[in-house]
């Protein structure tokens, strides 16, 4: 699995790709992460104490009168508490302050990570794991983890799972329990090891058991193919580190099989590395600014580009409302800066940044540091960008006769381009 619904591979990129057309995707690879420092443990009580800033004793979370509240409660809890479950036990006291922490912050892109989940995160931030190859959303409306994606030749795709399946239980576990990050915890595993996995499928919600064995998976992130004698299309599925030498291999394909105009496919990416971001970016675009961020204190971060690699031919970008974050700065700055024309549903509307900050003794936070605006001075939190055709996405008649509505717009504007 590939961890928070970061990336996929894909075989037959046009039929199999239905994750486009699905919910909105979660996941921390979606959040804009760039990993920056390393804090001992004075970095930690600068970050939770508010050491330097002019905030008030009451603006500080653990003052003198939480911190007071805390042990009484922590008294309590020594003395009185049973725990009736082994299950219960799972996350110690300590974790589960440090989590409760982040999460009253109301912020559902901060979070306190335990050491085995940061190391998960860091897999899943280089491309490569080990685990059964398949991508995970959360439909929103049911909160069903859901396949999105298969990577090619995946112990998932031999196994038999389809993009679209639901994920019921994992090794006799209901997945309903579990949060999308425990959900992917318990799915990966060493190479070797065999995890059985029952799916509800299609509309009967047939349930479907599968015993598969995890193998080490190196993550596609890119795809490309002529459409036609002109017409080059790539598929971008997510920003990984692993992305900048795979477009650089595709961009280069496609020119040399003779590409004179190219369709840039966005769907259903969740977004991911902003330095793997700028690279493409910059390989696509003429001079300019590409992205700039302000911290709350208004201190301006700006990413640029020039003439050197400009990608120099008509562009159309394909996106959906599961199009965030990083493909977000992307379509963003081709849309802003004119080098391409948008073609699709708004996207997700993810316009802030989160930096991850690894601590000594294994654990991490990812916590909200900046907003970040289009070179047109746009911030899109909560808006989305609007594409220049607004097309939907008819999934009906895609499974049915495998047309896609969208992709056929773009096609049709580029022709004219």
């Known amino acids: 699995i590939l961890f928070s619904n970061s990336s996929f591979g894909i075989k037959d990129f046009m039929k199999k790709n239905l994750g ?11 959040a804009c992460l760039i990993v920056i420092a390393v804090l001992g443990v004075k970095g930690v009580r600068g970050i939770v104490g508010g050491n330097g800033s002019s ?17 009484f409660l922590n008294n309590i809890i020594d003395e009185k508490y049973l725990a009736y479950s082994d ?14 922490l982040f999460e009253s912050l109301g912020d559902p892109y901060s979070e306190y990570y335990t050491a085995e989940e940061y190391k998960a995160l860091s897999t899943s931030l280089t491309g490569s ?31 038999g799972v389809q993009v679209g399946d639901i994920f019921y239980t994992v090794d006799g576990k209901k997945a309903s329990e579990w949060t999308l990050n425990e959900l992917v915890s318990n799915v990966r595993g060493e190479k070797g090891t065999s995890v059985q996995i029952v799916f509800l499928r299609g509309e009967k919600r047939e349930q479907i058991t599968l015993d598969i064995v995890r193998d080490s998976i190196k993550n596609k992130t890119v795809s490309v193919k002529m459409i036609d004698d002109e017409v080059g299309y790539m598929m971008i599925s997510s920003f990984e580190s692993v992305t900048s030498e795979q477009f650089d291999e595709g961009l280069s394909e496609l020119r040399k099989l003779g590409m004179k105009k190219m369709i840039l496919d966005l769907r259903g990416n969740p977004g991911g590395n902003v330095e793997v971001c700028v690279h493409i970016a910059d390989a696509l675009l003429g001079e300019g600014t590409i992205v700039y961020t302000k911290d709350k204190n208004g201190k301006e971060d700006i990413k640029s580009s020039d003439e050197k690699n400009k990608l120099g031919m008509p562009l159309v970008v394909l996106v959906d409302s599961s199009s965030a974050s990083a493909s977000e700065i992307l379509a ?59 097309v939907d996405f008819d999934s009906d008649r895609y499974v049915s006769d495998g047309y896609d509505t969208q992709f056929e717009k773009a096609v049709e504007v580029i022709a004219d381009m």
């Open 20 to 30: 486009f057309a699905s919910g909105v995707i979660v996941g921390l690879l979606g």
């Open 129 to 159: 794991f080990e685990g059964i190859g398949a991508a995970i959303s959360e439909n929103k409306a049911t909160g069903e983890y859901v396949v999105q994606a298969l990577t090619e030749d995946s112990p998932a795709e031999k196994a």
């Open 332 to 390: 963003g700055a081709i849309k802003d800066l004119g080098a391409g024309a948008l073609v699709g549903k708004t996207t997700y509307g993810k316009g802030i940044v989160q930096d991850v900050y690894p601590l000594t003794d294994g654990s991490a936070i990812k916590i909200t540091t900046r907003k970040y605006y289009t070179p047109s001075g746009n911030n899109i939190q909560g808006t989305g960008i609007e594409p220049d055709y607004d």
């Open 87 to 100: 299950d219960l036990n799972s996350v110690s006291k300590n974790e589960g302050l440090y989590k409760g």
């Open 55 to 71: 905030a008030s004793s009451n603006d500080i979370l653990l003052n003198s009168s939480v911190t007071g509240k805390l042990n």
